[in-house]
């Protein structure tokens, strides 16, 4: 197989679970806007589950692998082509802002990479590791992640932060879902232009979900 299709077909095919994951996860940080007694119970019930499901421990080994070989494999595409020039990307040239997106997909997914390693030294690493401040039990003995979520957004900088970054992901995830179906064969036309509607709409739900959350947290 050429090493650019595999590479690219990786970075596809890891791109498409880390999108999955991506629902998932928007789907379970909106528990945070309910009210707080609610939020509370269900939220740290949730986070529990899926750290002691043996199912969902074997999934978290896949995330994490995925966006390993994600930030990889794109990190050494984006220096063969600059190296390479004007070689770039599998993209739809069809406005400005995709060619924007699509010329500086490194920088944008570095800026995406550099968040989440500081998103889980906030959460994983305390949660997971036990690194840190220990995390409080809530009255059901389930780790207190409901708390250390909310502390955090008390500090305007890091809601300022995981606001401000939620741009670029969903900047990211607009051009990057888009080339995943096409790096992945679908080239008929009309279907491309209904999947990029999809990539479209995925986009803003992701990046406006992901970028409110921790303002209304600040606020409840
Ligand atoms: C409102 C914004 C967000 C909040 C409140 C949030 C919250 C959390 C929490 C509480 C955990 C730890 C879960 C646990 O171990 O029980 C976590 C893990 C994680 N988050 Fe987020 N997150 C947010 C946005 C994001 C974004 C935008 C990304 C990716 C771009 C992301 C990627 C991850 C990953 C990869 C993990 C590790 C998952 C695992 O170990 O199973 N998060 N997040």
Request: proline share 3%.
């Amino acid at each position: 197989m050429n090493p650019l299709f595999f590479r690219k077909t990786i970075i596809a095919a890891t791109g498409l679970f880390l999108c999955v994951f991506l629902i998932v996860h928007l789907s379970a940080n909106c528990i945070l806007l309910l009210p707080e007694d609610i939020a509370r119970d269900l939220y740290n019930s949730y986070s529990t589950t899926l750290r002691e499901s043996p199912l969902i421990k074997i999934i978290a080994y896949v995330l994490y692998v995925s966006i390993i070989l994600h930030a990889f494999y794109a990190l050494l595409i984006t220096l063969r082509n600059r190296k390479a020039k004007p070689q770039k990307y599998v993209v739809n040239h069809s406005n400005e802002n995709s060619t924007w997106t699509s010329q500086n997909m490194g920088l944008i997914g570095t800026l995406i990479l550099l968040f989440i390693i500081v998103h889980l030294a906030n959460f994983w690493a305390r949660i997971k590791l036990g690194m840190g401040e220990d995390v409080r039990l809530d009255h059901m003995g389930n780790k207190d992640v409901y708390e250390v979520t909310y502390s955090l957004f008390q500090n305007i900088y890091f809601v300022i932060f995981y606001t401000l970054i939620s741009i670029p992901l969903a900047l990211h995830l607009h051009h990057g879902l888009k080339s995943a179906f096409k790096t992945l064969g679908f080239y008929h036309k009309k279907g491309l232009k209904i999947l990029a509607k999809i990539s479209l709409i995925y986009a803003i739900i992701m990046g406006v979900g992901f970028g409110i959350i921790p303002f209304i947290v600040y606020f409840k």
